[in-house]
């Protein structure tokens, strides 16, 4: 027994060193380097999930565009630091006809893939008649994969056919000659250059596409090993669920990235990208859940937002998303506009913001986010919070204290954090007398909610495919779009909208899609409760990398400190 | 033993057959089962692009169909039977024009000497039949081809490559694991046994207990944070162990290193159950008779423990370890996730949540397996253990 008590006291006391030990981890900090001239070499990683598909064809989520935008040029190139600028990138310059229904590009004769051979226009036209066919195969199976972002060619003649199978061609498009591409649209857009500056919409080589890349003396599919005219190429084939390295192409016709390449390390959940970046193994990533505060303390704030420099690393600049609610236009409650009204009055998105977000989201005064070119502060005159007035609009409405309304059912899907927020709303609308349920699906049964529209009032969020206002006014208040899961119907509207996109001239444009915004904030369809922001953070040893708006990096202007730890 | 053994794979057949068929009927029944729509997010996919993929996935067959597909591309073997007359379409193309009895498919022409032959079942769908070879006897004929198991629907990649790829890190991290469940777990039960009350027993109670109780994840993270983060910062590196991944062509380390901590995290509560069931079975089998005699026969103390009392002891720990490797081989999702291991888990729970069902139909098939094969070694190893145990006819 004796014994025993002693083994017990040893045992106590070596529990208790290592609890001291414990408490005395040291915090991470960095140690920025001076220097800005931009020196070459090294190697950056970068956070990714698994992408779906990184052949251009068929890239459809951020993980395959971040990593397909490295190894393919599109026609134009939006301005990292300035998303209403359009830039020239495989085309030098561009034009179209008098009603925005046919567009010439010309190409940059120096322009080539990573193998050396030249970019035409014929490339381009493959590569497109390549995402619309219905019958395009998947070089991974073998199989027929038709691509689902087929959507960004939806208006160019000759669509529809080719979409069904009847013919096996995209009759808008043409290759001129070698260095001129020419579409022709079925309807006028006047932003379509923005569209074409999608990286899925880059030229791919259709020897390679067909007959496999060659690595080491074997063939691998080309959706393993893409081959492109982008800055960088692929340095050995996917290594699936685990990295894409991809390394600079000497053969690129801009200027060349000052890196020798990127490893894009990926990861199942984006707090084991934090964990290793802050072991040193990673140098941008996404900030772990609730550590922002720290991060920005330990690492500091990028000065624009998006740029990362030594000390000032942490990324939280606005995105080109909202998160916003939509309103059942066909529910019995919600078809009235005063509801729609109070309802947008009731919520306090500083709140939200401030509670759930740490501050790292913007309330949102306006569909259309900061950034886009068209945004105008405070548009959305209903997104101010304002409970009296909220109450009025109710009264006025014909549903006093929220007599008559019953039971509402909010309606999100479940899993994926947006509990807190519906928490703080459901609080937001009791406060004008609306009894609000949760609604809650696994996403698959929530969208087919939406689509069967057996919902009141649910959530959704927008990111923009191209940072122009069609992007958001069209698919979301044109009658017949599919993602305008509110059923907002408004003919002016959808005549507006055809007009604006045939407009030309971009300042009359722009102003053509505020009166259209002006008008649909009126109806509230949609209740725009806050703005996307990045929360990513970079390490000491990267110089002048930036993360845009549309959350694609800028591979080529970074460089690494490769002494900074 | 042999018939033993043969009853034993025997039974995976109904098995089989049970688990799969009530796979299929809950992702044809399952609410929101729509994979096609899954792929593209929240955004809407034009209607009559989404029926055309939807058809060239075969996903507007009824389930049972569905079902026979799978079967047939499992089986690897495909009867055929060839009623003669004038190959149509075109040259090595194949036309189908129904099945016998459901199971042998009749396509038209004669049958080929050699190589394989495509046909289309559906409007961007080809199929290679006889890709190793086949057997004509007249008619009928047999046509061998690899395993089947279909295209994800998310990813567009085979799904032989995708678990074919995961596999053989889920088994790298499960053997690791049950060495060191089996060197540490059933090492610390022995000496805390034979050492009973002493430092060292208390050391072992304490630390299973703690092991029990400690969620897996928190572990690995911890573990992440102390060899990955903090050892790292103190020490400039010297006791640095890379918190996740698999390696790659550019890490500083071997492979094996990287296995280290998620060996351990996998491990740890199994080896504290094997410790614990060591313990309580090895004091058992001590307090014997037979243990008293082999003493007062004048037996060394590691004779009597080593070739008796431990062999008696381990029945039960053998049993725990083996189901406790078969669960490791059907993929360790906390262990993957926490530590970024590219094993078959994460992929297969990925797949139940995209509704990617051609994963979750093969991962599922991969364990069912797995699982058969380790518990049969295991049933095997105790005719080992116990010379009293026989699977011969009567003996079992």
Same mark, same amino acid.
């Given at each position: ?35 800005? +001239? ?71 004769? $120096? ?12 490339? =381009? ?15 991974? +199976?073998?199989?027929?994969?038709? !691509? ?104 690129? /016709? ?12 990926? /990861? ?63 529910? $019995? ?10 309802? !947008? ?26 950034? #886009? ?157 806050? =703005? ?34 | ?10 039974? &995976? ?10 796979? &299929? ?118 046509? &061998? ?8 629907? /998310? ?27 089996? #060197? ?7 000496? !805390?046994?034979? $050492? ?123 049993? &725990?370890?083996?189901?406790? =490797? ?40 991969? #364990? ?29």
């Amino acid at each position: 027994m004796r014994r025993f008590r002693k083994s017990v006291a040893l045992v106590a006391v070596c529990a208790l060193a290592i609890g001291v030990l414990a408490g005395c981890a040291p915090k991470t900090t960095t140690t920025p380097t001076g220097g800005t +001239t931009p020196k070459a070499g090294g190697t950056m990683s970068f956070y990714i999930g698994e992408p779906a598909y990184i052949d251009p064809y068929n890239t459809q989520e951020s993980e395959g565009t971040e990593v397909e935008q490295t190894l393919f040029d599109s026609l134009t190139r939006v301005d990292p630091l300035d998303p209403t600028k359009l830039l020239p990138a495989a085309a030098d310059s561009w034009s179209s006809n008098a009603d925005a229904t046919v567009w010439t590009f010309k190409l940059n004769p $120096k322009d080539k893939f990573s193998d050396g051979t030249a970019v035409t226009a014929k490339d =381009f036209v493959y590569a497109w008649t390549r995402i619309v066919n219905g019958k395009t195969v998947n070089t991974l +199976t073998g199989q027929a994969d038709p !691509s689902i972002i087929s959507y960004h060619l939806g208006f160019v003649k000759g669509f529809d056919a080719l979409a069904a199978g009847d013919v096996a061609v995209l009759e808008g498009v043409k290759a001129v000659d070698d260095l001129t591409f020419e579409v022709t649209l079925t309807k006028p857009f006047a932003d379509f250059a923005f569209v074409v500056a999608h990286p899925a919409l880059a030229p791919v080589p259709q020897a390679l596409v067909e007959g496999g890349v060659d690595f080491n003396g074997t063939k691998v599919a080309f959706g393993d090993m893409p081959v492109g005219n982008g800055p960088f190429k692929m340095s050995e084939p996917w290594k699936h669920e685990q990295y894409i390295k991809v390394v600079r192409n000497d053969n690129f /016709y801009g200027d060349k990235p000052f890196l020798d390449g990127v490893d894009f390390k990926i /990861y199942k959940d984006t707090e084991a990208a934090y964990t290793d970046f802050q072991a040193g193994n990673l140098d941008f990533s996404p900030i772990g859940t609730g550590q922002i505060k720290a991060a920005i303390e330990a690492y500091g704030q990028s000065e624009n937002g998006y740029t990362v420099n030594p000390g000032k690393q942490c990324v939280l600049g606005a995105e080109n998303a909202t998160y916003y609610l939509i309103c059942n236009t066909e529910d $019995k409650i919600f078809k009235n506009a005063g509801v729609r009204k109070a309802v !947008s009055l009731a919520i306090n998105r500083q709140a939200i913001c401030d509670i759930v977000f740490e501050g790292t989201r913007d309330p949102a005064d306006n569909i259309i986010p900061p950034g #886009i070119a068209g945004y105008q502060k405070g548009a959305w005159v209903d997104t101010k919070y304002d409970v009296a007035a909220a109450k009025t609009a109710l009264a006025d409405a014909g549903f006093a204290d929220g007599k008559g309304i019953g039971t509402v059912k909010l309606s999100f899907n479940s899993g994926a954090g947006h509990e807190k927020i519906m928490e703080l709303i459901q609080s937001d609308m009791k406060a004008i007398g609306i009894t609000a349920v949760f609604d809650s699906a696994e996403f698959p049964v929530y969208l087919k909610q939406l689509d069967a529209k057996k919902f009141q009032i649910g959530r959704l969020g927008w990111i923009a495919d191209y940072p122009i206002c069609d992007n958001f006014l069209y698919p979301l208040f044109q009658s017949k779009s599919g993602d305008n899961k509110s059923a907002y119907k408004n003919p002016a509207v959808d005549t507006a909208l055809d007009a604006a996109r045939s407009t030309l001239d971009t300042a009359a444009r722009i102003k053509a899609y505020q009166a259209i915004n002006a008008t649909v904030q009126a109806d509230n369809p949609v209740i725009p409760v806050m =703005f996307y922001k990045h929360t990513r953070v970079g390490s000491s040893r990267l110089h002048d990398f930036t993360w845009d708006a549309q959350g694609l990096g800028d591979f080529t202007k970074v460089w690494v400190d490769a002494a900074a730890k | 033993m042999f018939q033993y053994i043969l009853r034993r794979l025997l039974q &995976f057949i109904p098995v089989f057959f049970g688990v799969t068929l009530v796979l &299929f009927l809950i992702a044809h029944y399952l609410p929101g089962a729509d994979p096609v729509q899954l792929r593209v997010g929240e955004k809407a996919l034009d209607p009559e692009r989404k029926a055309l993929i939807v058809h060239q996935l075969g996903l507007d067959r009824p389930w049972y169909v569905q079902y026979g597909d799978y079967l047939s591309g499992l089986s690897m073997i495909h009867p055929v039977y060839y009623d003669g007359s004038e190959i149509t379409g075109d040259k090595g193309v194949r036309a189908e024009v129904g099945t016998i009895a459901a199971i042998v498919t009749r396509v038209q022409g004669d049958v080929p000497a050699g190589g394989a032959t495509t046909y289309t079942p559906r409007s961007g769908v080809i199929v290679s039949r006889g890709q190793w070879g086949r057997l004509a006897l007249g008619r009928l004929t047999f046509e &061998f081809d690899p395993l089947d198991l279909g295209n994800s629907l /998310y990813q567009g990649r085979p799904v032989r490559d995708i678990l074919g790829q995961a596999y053989p890190y889920t088994f790298e991290l499960a053997l690791a694991a049950i060495i060191l469940e089996i #060197i540490i777990g059933i090492g610390a039960g022995i000496v !805390s046994a034979v $050492k009973q009350y002493s430092f060292w027993d208390i050391v072992v109670t304490l630390s299973t207990s703690i092991l029990v109780s400690v969620p897996v994840f928190w572990l690995g993270l911890m573990l992440q944070y102390l060899f990955g983060i903090w050892l790292k910062k103190l020490t400039g590196g010297a006791f640095y162990l890379p918190p996740m991944g698999a390696g790659g062509t550019s890490s500083n380390f071997p492979t094996w290193v990287y296995l280290i901590l998620p060996a351990i995290t996998l491990a740890s509560v199994s080896t504290a159950y094997a410790a614990r069931i060591m313990r309580s079975q090895l004091l058992e089998v001590l307090g014997q008779d037979y243990i008293r005699t082999a003493r007062a026969k004048g037996l060394s103390p590691s004779a009597v423990l080593w070739k008796h009392a431990i062999k008696n002891a381990m029945i039960p720990v053998v049993t &725990f370890i083996g189901l406790d =490797f078969g669960a490791m081989l059907a993929g360790a999702i906390l262990t993957e996730t926490v530590f970024n291991w590219p094993g078959v888990g994460s992929a297969i729970y990925k797949a139940i949540v995209g509704r990617d069902f051609p994963i979750v139909f093969g991962g599922v098939t991969a #364990i069912l397996l797995v699982v058969m094969i380790v518990n049969l070694a295991v049933d095997i190893s105790y005719a080992f253990l116990d010379p009293r145990i026989r699977y011969d006819a009567g003996g079992e």
